[in-house]
């Protein structure tokens, strides 16, 4: 299939090879899961359970709350024991409402909902399905699956894309998913294809896997599916990136795929919504790369939902060097892990153990002006320009150039010979505009309140005067009514 | 802004000082090339334009309060004053290359705002200033004819102020600038002066570095692949220079020099490659480097054959740094999802929510 032309990109040092061979093991049951409310973009889910509850493992254990929201269910049997703050997957470490999950070791499913034909299944309702399994994006993004199944079946999907890029060094996950799974994934996507009906379903798939684009290739012989091998390029994986590479549009600035009759999802999020569909398994485990130069033994291991990040790295051996730094995600767009007790998340695709010279991120220089970043930016920005208005506070300016356009990717970064941390600089300024419009939108709430009030109290005052006019008016008329009765008597 | 841990957590095996020594070893083989052809009188100049520039880098570092080490191992300075001694007549006296480093690192860089902020290239304004300064020296050339000065010769000409007048000459474009002015048509006065193969070897007479123009050309080709710059600005250079130089000389072959001396002469190859690539001063989009370099071209060819100097690289680059910050203005790229003039582009179909 012909592909069409990117603009930017980079190609980082993969490191895959650490964990690409890798089969997929199951993660020993951990004795203890902290499984966050919030999972997902959207609202957080409401815990539906009470400490000291049994559950059995697919229990759900969190509602959905809102439009934007995913149910969460619990990732084993056993007993709730804590609902309280644990610190987040987020690079604050803060803490966020978690339910503390105590194994009881049976890891006993809950009875199955399995419909006899998956695939004669009405599109509302694997819809439904899968809004009820409380599948999320698992590329990352972490964006409710039923939502935007919902709104591309409303309208209308000329092209299904599933994104089996995986362009984030070191991260092996879908790769192993779709060389061990295929048949899963496939069927997976067949499903999603049913739920929105689209005219084509491509698979895009970067080139340095050959053996999933084989494996894939071979599960889908037979479907309308095609299987594409894209070029190994960093980000490819951006869905938008990937759509301009298979079908060569674009997403209007601020719009969404589906402006452009595209779908977007990932193929571990495809694999999912087979299990939550075919098995009747709602989402509570995934498959999460083990890796860096500080990992003793990498590896691909299926991991239960709120299992601690610890617990990943006890099973890979340890540390065999020091890490410098911990990474939940991959390396160009993941976070940094305070602490090794945070649980793993749905969105989770890595942890990453760093050694000094992994990060390599020495002190910044000048810089030169030699436009590496914008050869390397993938929107078209300029964040070397960007980055100098910033630097002197000019936001405004900032914004007009693209500021809200760039998708933090890191490639800029990645290639700077200054070490300038330019995405640190967008992330830092668009957190300043947001602190601005909130800002500006409270002054404008205490404006509207104050002129308000001012309104209220100038009525109250009215108010009272044409009452006690009126009382006067009435008692002068009741004198007048009095002499008039008086004179005339 | 808080330097909290911040992503990508990994970066490319790159540095500031990694291109400037790239760039610097793309220019060893033209340097020594230099040094065989003119002797010790070139070492010397070089070695002065080196040590003053970095001398005068640290101390306007320390005057700034800024550290002077990791500037100084950079190689940015080093890379400034080995370009300028390269632009500069071999023989010329110590004290022009002393004068011109030190004009290029402290007024041309540092009183701009130091590296990256300096809006004309250091080397080039430096090379202007002496020239319009200092005609005398900066067009003393020297005919190259091996076996060059011994040592102590050399120390005359580079720090004594020794004459070297038996060998003195001049350079071609000189020479045919010279000729044009006193009504000598270039048809008379070329034959006996050029000959395709002195350009290509260097053969003749010229600045340090500069007459070698295919080990510049070698430079040129090696730092495009290894990505140090991409082939824009330099194409377009040759590109400015040799196309009206072809019609030109095809219209009025009496009056306009052909593409491929101009091509192999002055400072073109130098320009071209080492000079219009300077990221500092030329423009931050592929588009924009074409303009920029055509431009520097242009200005190049018309300067050579309409103006007062026979040498036009210099004074046409300068022209086209301060034209910079308008092309960058103008030249940019489109940003995903939005037309050129930054409106978003058109939904295809209505999304109902």
Redesign the interface.
């Known amino acids: 299939m012909k592909l069409f032309k990117l603009r930017g990109g980079v190609h980082p040092i993969g490191r895959k090879e650490l964990s690409a061979e890798r089969p997929i093991r199951a993660l020993p049951m951990p004795e203890r899961l902290f499984v966050p409310l919030q999972q997902h973009v959207g609202a957080a889910a409401t815990a539906i359970v009470a400490v000291g509850d049994k559950v059995l493992k697919g229990q759900l254990i969190a509602s959905g709350q809102g439009p934007i929201s995913a149910p969460v269910h619990a990732p084993t049997s056993g007993r709730i024991v804590a609902l309280g703050d644990y610190p987040a997957p987020h690079p604050s470490g803060l803490p966020v409402p978690t339910l503390t999950l105590e194994a009881d070791g049976e890891d006993r499913w809950q009875a199955a909902d399995i419909p006899d034909d998956p695939f004669a299944l009405a599109p509302e309702d694997i819809a439904a399905r899968v809004a009820a399994a409380g599948i999320v994006g698992l590329g990352g993004a972490a964006f409710p699956s039923a939502v935007k199944l919902n709104i591309s079946r409303k309208s209308g999907v000329d092209t299904l894309i599933v994104n089996g890029g995986e362009c984030e060094p070191y991260l092996t996950c879908d790769d192993r998913l779709m060389c061990e799974r295929a048949e899963g994934v496939v069927a997976g996507i067949r499903l999603i294809h049913r739920a929105v009906g689209s005219r084509q379903v491509l698979v895009g798939i970067e080139d340095n896997k050959p053996a999933a684009i084989a494996a894939m290739r071979a599960a889908a012989l037979g479907t309308d599916i095609q299987v594409v091998a894209v070029p190994a390029m960093y980000p490819m994986g951006w869905d938008k990136q990937l759509t301009r590479a298979l079908i060569g549009k674009e997403v209007p600035a601020g719009g969404r795929s589906a402006d452009i009759g595209v779908l977007v999802h990932n193929v571990a999020t495809a694999y999912a919504v087979y299990e939550a569909i075919a098995l009747g398994r709602p989402l509570v485990s995934r498959i999460v790369t083990v890796s860096g130069g500080a990992v003793k033994e990498p590896c691909n291991l299926e991991v239960p939902i709120g299992t601690p990040a610890q617990a990943l790295f006890d099973h890979c051996g340890g540390f065999g060097k020091m890490p410098a730094r911990l990474v939940m995600g991959g390396p160009m767009m993941g976070h940094e892990m305070p602490i090794t007790g945070i649980p793993i998340v749905k969105g989770t695709s890595g942890v990453l153990a760093l050694t000094p010279a992994e990060i390599g991120q020495p002190e910044p220089a000048p810089c030169i002006r030699c436009s590496s970043c914008v050869r390397a930016c993938p929107v078209g920005l300029l964040p070397l320009e960007m980055a100098a208005r910033i630097r002197v506070g000019d936001l405004a300016d900032a914004v007009d150039i693209g500021l809200k356009d760039c998708i933090a990717c890191g490639s800029c970064s990645y290639v700077c010979p200054a070490h300038i941390p330019l995405v640190h600089y967008f992330n830092h300024a668009k957190g300043e505009l947001t602190a601005k419009e909130k800002a500006k939108l409270k002054q404008e709430a205490t404006k509207k309140l104050a002129t308000e009030r001012t309104a209220r109290m100038e009525r109250i005052a009215r108010e009272r005067e044409e009452a006690a006019a009126r009382r006067r008016a009435a008692k002068e008329a009741a004198e007048a009514a009095k002499k008039m009765t008086g004179a005339t008597a | ?2 330097q ?13 000082g ?2 400037m020594a790239t760039v610097i070893l793309a220019l060893v083989p033209a340097t020594l090339y230099g040094f065989w052809l003119y002797g010790w009188p070139a070492v010397f100049l070089w070695a002065v334009a080196l040590a003053t520039a970095l001398l005068a880098e640290a101390v306007a570092l320390r005057l700034q309060g800024r550290p002077a080490r ?1 500037a100084l191992f ?1 190689g ?1 300075a080093l890379l400034t004053a080995w370009l300028l001694a390269l632009s500069l007549p071999p023989f010329a006296p110590w004290w022009i290359a002393a004068l011109g480093s030190l004009f290029a690192i402290a007024i041309v860089k540092h009183v701009f705002g ?4 300096n809006v004309f290239n250091p080397a080039m304004a430096a090379r202007v200033m002496l020239l319009i300064s200092f005609p005398v020296e900066m067009t003393l050339w020297t005919a190259t004819m091996p076996p060059a000065p011994g040592f102590a010769e050399a120390l005359a000409i580079t720090f004594g102020g020794a004459s070297w007048d038996a060998m003195t000459s001049a350079s071609l474009l000189g020479h045919a600038k010279t000729e044009l002015t006193r009504g000598v048509d270039l048809l008379h006065s070329l034959p006996g002066h050029y000959a395709l193969q002195d350009g290509l070897a260097g053969s003749r007479v010229g600045s340090l570095g500069e007459t070698a123009s295919l080990l510049l050309l070698a430079g040129g080709i090696f730092l495009i692949a290894r990505r140090i ?2 082939w824009h600005a330099p194409v377009a250079m040759l590109l400015g220079v040799a196309v009206p130089a072809l019609i030109a000389n095809w219209a009025n072959p009496a009056h306009f020099l052909g593409p491929l001396p101009h091509l192999l002469s002055g400072g073109l190859m130098l320009g071209a490659f080492f000079i219009a690539t300077d ?2 001063t ?1 423009p ?3 588009a924009g480097q074409f303009l920029f370099g055509l431009g520097c071209g242009l200005l190049t060819w018309a300067i050579r054959s309409f103006g007062g100097y026979p040498e036009g690289v210099a004074f046409a680059v300068m022209l086209m740094n301060a034209a910079t910050p308008v092309i ?1 203005r103008y030249m ?7 037309d050129r003039k ?1 409106g ?10």
């Open positions: 802004m808080s909290a841990v911040h992503a990508p957590h990994a970066h490319a095996i790159t540095s500031v990694r291109i990791p950079d940015s130091g590296l990256g902020q710059f991409t990221p500092v030329s931050n989009t592929a960058d940019k790229p489109r940003i995903y999802g939005r930054g978003a582009l058109p939904a295809e179909q209505e999304a109902r929510t």
